[in-house]
């Protein structure tokens, strides 16, 4: 019985540890929630409170574990991602809610785009 509890950190640890290397599946739920509560906005501000923490989401996304042979298109993909959502918010700044909405449109093709990517054998 103590030999099991002085292991547990040990247990702990290992299972804890693929989870701090962490891969895609974290970031990209937040970023599909903030999506869809940024497109739900009904005002300004709230569309930028949620395309801002995609943003993050997204410098997260890029320091994750990615399968090595797929990782340039990955992050080229990331940063196109993130091209768009400054695109949004700057047209957010400049009172265009309509251009805003417009970018925020093509980060829904982008991800359709590298989601058929990532989806590709080799
Ligand atoms: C353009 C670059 C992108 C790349 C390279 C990419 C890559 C990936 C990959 C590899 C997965 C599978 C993760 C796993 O289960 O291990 C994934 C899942 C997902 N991605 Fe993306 N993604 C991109 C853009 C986006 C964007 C823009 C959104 C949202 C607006 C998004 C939302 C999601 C969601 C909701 C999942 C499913 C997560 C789950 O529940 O398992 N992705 N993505």
């Known amino acids: 019985m103590l030999k099991t509890v002085r292991l547990l950190p040990l247990m702990f640890g290992l299972i804890t540890l693929p989870a701090l290397a962490g891969d895609l599946e974290q970031p990209m739920k937040k970023m599909g929630f ?13 569309m930028e409170k949620y395309i801002t923490q995609m943003r993050s989401e ?16 990955f ?26 909405r417009e970018h925020l449109a093509k980060v829904n093709d982008l991800k359709k785009e ?6 590709q054998k080799g």
């Open 34 to 46: 903030n999506y869809k509560q940024a497109t739900k906005a009904s005002d300004p501000a709230a």
């Open 75 to 100: 992050l080229e993909g990331l940063n196109e991602v993130q091209g768009e959502l400054d695109a949004s918010l700057a047209a957010l700044k400049a009172g265009d809610e309509a251009k805003a």
């Open 58 to 73: 997204i410098d997260d996304a890029k320091t994750r574990t990615m399968p090595t042979a797929k990782q340039e298109k």
């Open 114 to 119: 590298y989601h058929k990517y990532a989806k």
